[in-house]
């Protein structure tokens, strides 16, 4: 292998493109990891605090693509302080200061201010796309930088993240040059929007495939844009109210008539149901349709829109679709690869309309399922042996009763047994949340079966440290492990150490370790921070015995982060 | 008169989730706090130590007998799960199913998701519900009436309407799309002095304002309450414009 020159071997390496390969050959010897590092564009970073700017930015001098995720993944549900960190500014700073060509940062759950992405729009002339998903801290100034100042952006995409929206006027600072734009996503936003700026845009954008509105963009406007991009792939309405009485409604109805290339959908934030049918031609070739946004249909609107769907790939959508609704899909997706169907009403925990029957008949009517995220009213164990056999290609499976303790309805048996087929039938399954009544026996099946597992999450559930201790043994490609009140303690936390240097992180909260047994841990271990986030007040840092609220420990090269907020005790 | 009730509920903001966290929401000394969705700072499991979950599964085994017999496992799950912390009580609401606890973060619905949901669900539920039923009040009428602004389009039905309601009185001629033709001086001096009945509404800076002046749809957003005046008290809303023109003349 050394008897290749660099020059043979670059272009070699430009073929290996999966960040797990490219790590992998960096390891193979000091001139493999030299080639590597100088011809890799594309970094992942799937925590911001495991390195620093300094470090990427010497060993990967030619970088154009950065993803940075911040804040543990829990933070999505409110478990972790808005202000604990994931800040995106320094990155920026030391990257502006560099000679690195960023042309493309994509953002998870980080705390992006408008200074960060004013520095941002102004220090890298190549900038071309900028990916924002469950962010949070900028306001549409911050847009409003990006939009002026980045002259070739090719992609805006802002999905699920917290704006404070100062209101349209962001959208006119694309300047009449900026003819670039290939997707646009504003979704998110909830203020008003210039609409004659909008139009204008999309006019002077001829390589706009991905176009997604938010609820202030009425029917006209929508109508209106998509009679000047018929080209596009990807649509996401925003208000879709017409009146069907209207011009308007017709010209839409021959306007979709020429979007030929939409293969996915989304949005109809509000949504004047009877309308739906001016959408039918376009769904024979979906294949993405997201409506789980769309609280405004009801379940037969849904279902008619899904008879016409009948090369769907990816389907996510609301609950109120029922079990009769989830069969209706079930004999007319035969494409189906993932299904998300989340709570119409997420605090009216029982008053789901799916239940395990919905599910089942999904299983067996959709063989190519591999992806399920699903959030019901109960689930029973001889449903989720069903699902096992019926598809067994899980690599992500998300279940979620809503009454999270909820036992099996029929038997009440917890559902180790349901689960436990579904590890033992699906060994290529890489992600799996529980709940409902789970005893230790569920974790004896996770150790055993699940081996290529990266990353489990636990709520509510075993008995002992038993159970996290079977986890800990037996997942051994584990990278991710989040766990909430769970009776897990000490004695599992500490049993192995080294295996958290295998893993990403660990999150527990409301379990049973204790100060001390965090203090010990962050001893033995120097390569891991171990964060005892601590917003209760009432700890004292001596008190060893005392429970740990939140306790977040994650492998890190460069020590103890800098930027903890007072709540947070790094130990 | 219910539905006038409602509407002054449904005022209070869109808070969906119940009455019983509105209530919650005065209680800041206590740690009793409630984990609202997407609620920032002020959800996070640092309060509430009171109420156990063994009460709360107490409640949740009353509701039927399949869960009571049930009851090993989750006896178990109670010594093990003294975990008091992130449990909030919805304290019972009779309109609500009981004890269905407000656990912090549960169930795992981003907060964005959550918050948009909540909006959408407040505000379907108002437009639907939307009636604009006023009052209206005539001179001299022994009581009162209400009417659904909405069920109207025009002023003209407005005023079909009301007339039904209470015998003779008239609006006068509408102008085109509905708005009096102020320029036509002597139309509207004529109305005003003679002794029909005119319809005058408060607004919602609590003016009264002749009806009539503006779009039917800005009527309707802005009207509080409809009294139909005698026309010769009515002179003194006149548009000032005309003011102006009955000084001249």
Not at chain 1, 359 to 376: E, H, M, Q, R, T
Not at chain 2, 152 to 163: G, H, P
Request: hydrophobic share 40%.
């Amino acid at each position: 292998m050394n008897y290749f020159p660099d020059e043979v071997l670059e272009p070699v390496f430009d073929f290996i493109t999966s960040h797990k390969d490219r790590n992998s050959v960096s390891l193979v010897c000091k001139s493999w990891f030299k080639i590597e590092r100088y011809s890799r564009q594309r970094v992942f970073i799937g925590n911001c605090y495991s390195t620093c700017p300094e470090r990427l930015i010497a060993r990967f001098p030619g970088l154009k693509s950065l993803t940075l995720k911040g804040k543990p993944h829990f933070a999505d549900f409110n478990l972790v302080p808005h202000d604990w960190g994931g800040f995106l500014y320094p990155w920026i700073e030391a990257l502006a200061k560099s000679r690195i060509g960023l042309e493309e940062l994509r953002l998870k759950r980080m705390v992006v201010s408008d200074e960060s992405l004013e520095l941002l729009s102004k220090s890298f002339v190549n900038f071309k796309s900028l990916v924002l998903v469950s962010c949070e801290g900028f306001t549409t100034d911050g847009l409003a930088a990006i939009a002026a100042n980045c002259r070739f952006l090719r992609e805006l995409d802002l999905q699920e993240n917290e704006v404070d929206d100062h209101r349209g006027h962001w959208l006119s600072c694309f300047p009449e040059s900026c003819t670039s734009l290939v997707s646009l996503n504003f979704a998110c936003l909830k203020g008003e929007i210039n609409l004659g700026a909008l139009e204008r845009l999309v006019a002077r954008s001829p390589n706009l495939k991905s176009l997604r509105l938010n609820r202030a963009v009425p029917f006209d406007t929508l109508e209106k844009l998509l009679m000047q991009a018929p080209q596009l792939l990807d649509l996401g309405t925003g208000s879709y109210v017409p009146d069907p009485s209207s011009e308007a409604y017709n010209r839409l109805k021959s306007a979709i008539q020429r979007c030929k290339s939409i293969r996915s959908l989304s949005g109809f934030l509000e949504v004047n149901p009877r309308c739906m049918s001016a959408i039918y031609p376009i769904c024979a070739n979906l294949t993405f349709l997201n409506l789980s946004y769309a609280p405004g249909l009801s379940g037969n609107e849904l279902t008619k829109l899904i008879q016409h769907c009948r090369k769907l790939q990816r389907l996510w959508i609301l609950d109120y679709i029922g079990d009769k609704g989830l069969g209706v899909v079930a004999s007319t997706c035969k494409e189906l690869q993932e299904l998300r169907v989340f709570p119409t009403d997420p605090l009216g925990a029982g008053n789901a309309a799916v239940t395990e029957e919905g599910l089942v008949l999904i299983s067996a009517g959709c063989p190519k399922l591999n992806s399920l995220l699903y959030f019901c009213q109960q689930m029973t164990n001889a449903a989720l042996i069903t699902v096992a056999k019926n598809c067994p290609n899980f690599i992500c499976f998300r279940l979620c009763i809503l009454d999270p303790i909820k036992p099996d309805p029929v038997t009440n048996r917890p559902l180790d047994e349901g689960f436990g087929a579904i590890v033992e039938s699906c060994e290529g399954l890489k992600r799996l949340s529980l709940s409902g009544l789970l005893s230790d026996q569920v974790f004896l099946y996770i150790g055993m079966y699940a081996k290529q597992l990266e990353m489990l999450s636990i709520a509510f559930a075993g008995d002992s440290d038993e159970g996290m201790l079977y986890v800990l043994n037996g997942c051994k490609k584990l990278r991710k492990l989040e766990i909430r009140d769970s009776p897990f303690g000490n004695a599992a936390l500490l049993e192995d150490v080294g295996k958290y240097e295998t893993m990403r992180s660990l999150w527990m909260s409301s379990c049973e370790v204790t100060l001390g047994g965090c203090k010990t841990l962050a001893e033995k271990m120097p390569s891991l921070s171990v964060e005892i986030i601590n917003e209760s007040q009432q700890m004292e840092f001596s008190l060893d015995d005392r429970t740990v609220d939140k306790m977040y420990l994650y492998r890190t090269l460069v020590g103890h982060r800098k930027d903890a907020p007072e709540f947070v005790w790094i130990l | 008169m219910e539905v006038g009730l409602k509407m002054g509920m449904k005022g209070g903001g869109l808070n969906h989730v119940g009455g019983c966290e509105k209530a919650k929401m005065g209680f800041a000394e206590t740690e009793l706090r409630l984990g609202l969705p997407g609620g920032g700072g002020s959800g996070e499991g640092e309060v509430v130590r009171k109420r156990g979950f063994s009460e709360t599964v107490d409640l949740k085994l009353n509701l039927s007998s399949k869960e009571s017999s049930g009851m090993d496992a989750n006896d178990e799950k109670v010594k093990v799960l003294h975990k008091e912390k992130n449990l909030l009580p919805c304290a019972t609401d009779p309109a609500k199913p009981p004890a269905k606890a407000q656990v912090v973060g549960w169930p795992p619905v981003r907060s964005f998701r959550k918050n948009v949901l909540a909006t959408q669900k407040g505000s379907s539920e108002e437009s639907s519900e939307k009636a604009a039923f006023v009052k209206v009040s005539m001179d001299g009428a022994p009581y009162l009436r209400k009417v659904d602004l909405r069920m109207y389009n025009s002023y003209q039905d407005l005023s079909d309407a009301l007339a039904k309601m209470f015998g003779s009185f008239t609006i006068g001629n509408c102008g085109s799309q509905g708005m009096k033709d102020f320029m036509n001086e002597s139309k509207l001096m004529d109305l005003l002095n003679d002794s029909d009945y005119v319809p005058t509404y408060e607004d919602k800076d609590g003016d009264w304002m002749l009806v009539g002046d503006v779009p039917w749809e800005m009527f309707v957003e802005s009207c509080k309450r409809l009294r139909i005046m005698k026309g010769t008290e009515a002179i003194g809303l006149a548009p000032r414009a005309m003011e102006k023109c009955k000084n001249r003349s």
